[in-house]
Structures are given as structure tokens and as C-alpha cells.
């Protein structure tokens, strides 16, 4: 069964840069149909995607973040990682990893998280 | 950039039919899935492509997509079903509603 774990600094400096990494077990993350991706929420706020990797290299970001972030994948390991740079106390939040199924209906891409890490809180503090 | 319009709060009496929202400009066009989110619990799958439960789901989840607007319908609502609800579609990333609190009254 699918699982994945996020894992990594609950408690980071402004202007450093946070990393956190998904361990996937379970499954593949050398799979065609799937990126894996990052998904976060500010205390008491909604949902907000930060981006995706594909098993081949290929990312997907939130526009309003890509300048800040990046994300890998190590097959090897069966996991992805992300890093946010210089930080500040508005990234503070739960992180969540997931795996987005994405694929296409006809013209109409279909993209879904399925599952989701149980998410791991990050402080921004000095 | 594409938007998605939840109403903030929706109450349901026990028992009763709650429809949950989720408006976006021709929306009808795309594949509107629905995660469910519990208290201090990482959102789950509840609704994909517009109208389809996962393994798990009851049936009294559905789900509609047509013109502007997206609904999730929970018949027979039970406390249980007291949640965040977001909608999301895809926009060359990942687009979410602003999220929907559910309240069982």
C-alpha cells in the first residue's frame, strides 16, 4: 500500500532555506503517470500547490513560488525532495507531499492527488 | 490566472442534503476533483473527475460539473462529514478553491 513521509527541519531561520524530503514506499516513483508533489497550508488557510516532479526530471511549479523553490527526485532512494530559499515568517506552515496522477482525456488533462503524507509542520523563526 | 470560488461556510441539518460549491469560468470544461479535509488530518479524496468516488468513498458522495459551476452533494450528512472541503482543478498546475468548512448541525 501506498505511503509516503515527509520528513525533515520542523523549525527554520528567515532568509535560509527550508528542505524537507517524501520517502515514497509502496510503490515506484519511477512511474510514467505520476509526479510527486508539494502541497502546503498556512495555519487556518486553504490548500496552496507548490510544485510537482516527475520521475524524469520534468517540474511542474506554482508560478508565484517558482522563483523560490525547487524540487528533486532520487530514484535510487524512492524520493523527492523540495527547497523553498530565503524564507520568511509567510512560509510557515503544514507541508504535505502527494502523488499526482496526471494523464489526458482526450484534450482535457486530468491531474488528482490521491495520496497524501500525513504532512509535517515548518516554523520560520530566528 | 484561473480561479476557483468556494463559499466559506456551508451548514446542513443531520440527515439532510448539504451541496457544496465551486465556481470557476467554464468549469464545465475541466475535471473538478474534491479532498475532504478533518481537523489536524491531511486532506483526502473524496470526488475525481467531476462525479467518481475512490475505493472507500460512500455513496452518499457525488458529485456534478456543468456550465460555471462545480457541486459536491453529501446526502444524509452525519457528523462525521464535518470538514474543509476543496475543490481543484488543473491550469497548466494545480489550482485549489479557497475551501469550503462544512458544518453538521
Known amino acids: 500500500q501506498l505511503q509516503l513521509q515527509e520528513s525533515g527541519p520542523g523549525l527554520v531561520t528567515p532568509s535560509e532555506t527550508l528542505s524537507l524530503t517524501c520517502s515514497v514506499s509502496g510503490d515506484s516513483i519511477s512511474s510514467d503517470n505520476y509526479y510527486w508533489g508539494w502541497i502546503r497550508q498556512s495555519p487556518g488557510k486553504g490548500l496552496e500547490w507548490i510544485g510537482g516532479v516527475h520521475y524524469s526530471g520534468i517540474t511542474n511549479y506554482n508560478p508565484s513560488l517558482r522563483s523560490r523553490v525547487t524540487i528533486s527526485v532520487d530514484t535510487s532512494k524512492n524520493q523527492f525532495s523540495l527547497q523553498l530559499n530565503s524564507v520568511t515568517a509567510t512560509d510557515a506552515a503544514v507541508y504535505y507531499c502527494?502523488?499526482?496522477?496526471?494523464?489526458?482525456?482526450?484534450?482535457?488533462?486530468?491531474?488528482?492527488?490521491?495520496?497524501w503524507g500525513q504532512g509535517t509542520l515548518v516554523t520560520v523563526s530566528s | 490566472s484561473y480561479e476557483l470560488t468556494q463559499p466559506l461556510s456551508v451548514s446542513v441539518a443531520l440527515g439532510q442534503t448539504a451541496r457544496i460549491t465551486c465556481g470557476g469560468n467554464n468549469i464545465g470544461g475541466r475535471k473538478v476533483h474534491w479532498y475532504q479535509q478533518k481537523p489536524g488530518q491531511a486532506p483526502m479524496l473524496v470526488i475525481y473527475?467531476?462525479?467518481n468516488r475512490p475505493s472507500g468513498i460512500p455513496e452518499r458522495f457525488s458529485g456534478s460539473n456543468s456550465g460555471n459551476t462545480a457541486t459536491l452533494t453529501i446526502s444524509r450528512a452525519q457528523d462525521g462529514d464535518e470538514a474543509d472541503y476543496y475543490c481543484q482543478v488543473w491550469d497548466t498546475t494545480v489550482i485549489f478553491g479557497g475551501g469550503t468548512k462544512l458544518t453538521v448541525l
Open positions: 473527475r467531476d462525479s
Open positions: 502527494a502523488r499526482l496522477t496526471f494523464f489526458k482525456v482526450r484534450i482535457t488533462v486530468v491531474a488528482l492527488l490521491e495520496k
